[in-house]
């Protein structure tokens, strides 16, 4: 009986645990940002961009961009207005303005996130994340180090990834 209750009583703490755990992972708590922002690319090793304070971020972005791009948490699936967006044109990073993806690479992925098969080369850069019981890979803007989203292998051809991008990374300018 006492083994039972004792069995039971772990499996309540683990999933009373487990949606608290799932929602920290997920919205970055915790997290700085740091670890990709100290392993620039060599083309944006000295960018200003990496050299702004995290009062100069919070100044310069709303909460939730600030979120996303610095803390690397995740928006909530459909809500941006970029997921929507289909004219030709060019998305930027929200904190640099660093041109990351030609509209014509965008494609509805049915994820709720604004997804692209490429990106403009050198524009990114990559690090692994183990933050859901998984290994994933992580991608940032190469010049301010501002975390976009995760790339996935699920994508459409010819390159067979996703780039699932958090929409309040982005910015659109309209060609």
């Known amino acids: 009986m006492m083994k039972n209750t004792l069995s039971s009583l772990r499996r309540r703490t683990f999933l009373a645990a487990a949606p608290a755990a799932f929602v920290a992972a997920c919205s970055g708590a915790g997290k700085s940002g740091q670890a990709f922002a100290n392993t620039p690319s060599a083309d944006?090793?000295?960018?200003?961009?990496?050299?702004?304070?995290?009062?100069?971020?919070?100044?310069?972005?709303?909460?939730?961009?600030?979120?996303?791009?610095?803390?690397?948490?995740?928006?909530?699936?459909?809500?941006?207005?970029?997921?929507?967006?289909?004219?030709?044109?060019?998305?930027?990073?929200?904190g640099c303005d660093l041109a990351i993806f030609e509209s014509a690479t965008k494609y509805d992925s049915g994820t709720g996130w604004p997804s692209f098969f490429d990106y403009i080369p050198g524009t990114l850069g990559f690090k692994e994340d183990n933050k859901l019981w998984m290994t994933r890979t992580e991608y940032h803007c190469a010049r301010c180090g501002g975390h976009h989203g995760h790339v996935f292998t699920d994508g459409p051809a010819p390159t067979g990834l996703r780039y699932c991008n958090n929409g309040v990374a982005l910015t659109f300018k309209p060609v």
């Open 44 to 94: 944006f090793a000295d960018s200003e961009w990496r050299q702004l304070t995290k009062d100069e971020w919070k100044a310069r972005l709303d909460p939730l961009a600030f979120r996303v791009l610095r803390e690397e948490a995740t928006e909530r699936a459909f809500t941006s207005p970029l997921n929507d967006e289909k004219r030709d044109g060019v998305f930027h990073c929200a």
